[in-house]
């Protein structure tokens, strides 16, 4: 076994969690358009994640396309997560890519507890038992890929229970990068800056969304499209890349 990275990942086989809508959906996207199959997971709305899988299997007729529903509120739920996507594609896993996330904007004297622990949930530990099932089920020569946030770097109030739970992800990145290399799996994240997807709207008034705009290049929030290439270059001749988190912010924040 020794370490290979290449621009050609035709055949490969991909599992995304939130796959099919949004940085996930265009993720997909372009990795059918470069011969991946794909194993996509969706949290609610099977019809519309149904019409998502039709659209990618008429466009793109050589790959397989593959869907699962699940919550992933439990351990379990991403074990039998990964295990599905093991008995639907017989050569395994080759990339793992999780955008599963909850973004809340709110002052630390307000939190409570409920929201403390399902931000909690979402950020931290399904992003934990993701990176672990994904380091023991990727196959050798894997690459494992985590959206977080580029509000990582940034010093500002409101956003401290996004921060704070996101966090620990860099570090789970770290360790696993070290405890996988033998196996020569690239481990990284990847930090969008403010991204113009529905996830962003529902925390900001219309004069934030303005200020953010005009810290970015050109004055705009951050796109999928901006993202996606980085995301292929993790999992294709990027991979020599490992244990990193890749800011991608337009200059909204620095690391």
Avoid at 35 to 46: C, I, K, P, W
Avoid at 48 to 58: C, N, P, Y
Avoid at 209 to 225: D, I, M, N, P
Avoid at 243 to 252: L, N, V, Y
Wanted: proline share 3%; hydrophobic share 40%.
């Amino acid at each position: 076994m020794s370490f290979k990275a290449s621009a050609n990942i035709s055949g490969k086989t991909a599992l995304i969690t939130g796959g099919t809508k949004n940085l996930g959906g265009e993720t997909a996207k372009d990795l059918a358009s470069h011969g991946v199959n794909l194993f996509l997971h969706y949290r609610s709305n099977g019809e519309e994640a149904a019409k998502f899988q039709k659209e990618l299997q008429t466009k793109y007729p050589d790959i397989k396309v593959e869907i699962y529903q699940g919550a992933l509120t439990k351990a379990d739920d991403v074990t039998k997560l990964f295990d599905a996507g093991l008995k639907a594609f017989d050569k395994g896993i080759d990339f793992a890519i999780n955008n599963v996330g909850k973004v809340l904007k709110k002052p630390i004297i307000e939190i409570t507890e409920e929201e403390f622990d399902e931000m909690d949930l979402v950020n931290n530990k399904v992003a934990l038992f993701f990176l672990k099932e994904a380091g023991k089920k990727v196959n050798d020569n894997g690459r494992i890929v985590s959206i977080v946030t580029s509000l990582l770097a940034a010093y500002t109030p409101f956003y401290g229970i996004y921060q704070g739970t996101k966090a620990p992800v860099e570090f789970y990145a770290k360790a696993l990068s070290k405890e996988v290399n033998n196996r020569f799996i690239s481990v990284n994240n990847v930090a969008p800056g403010p991204m113009d997807t529905p996830f962003l709207y529902g925390q900001e008034t219309d004069e934030s969304v303005a200020y953010l705009k005009s810290v970015g290049f050109g004055q705009r929030l951050t796109e999928t499209h901006d993202i996606v290439p980085i995301v292929r270059f993790l999992v294709s001749e990027g991979a020599w890349v490992t244990g990193q988190t890749i800011f991608a912010s337009g200059g909204f924040t620095a690391h």
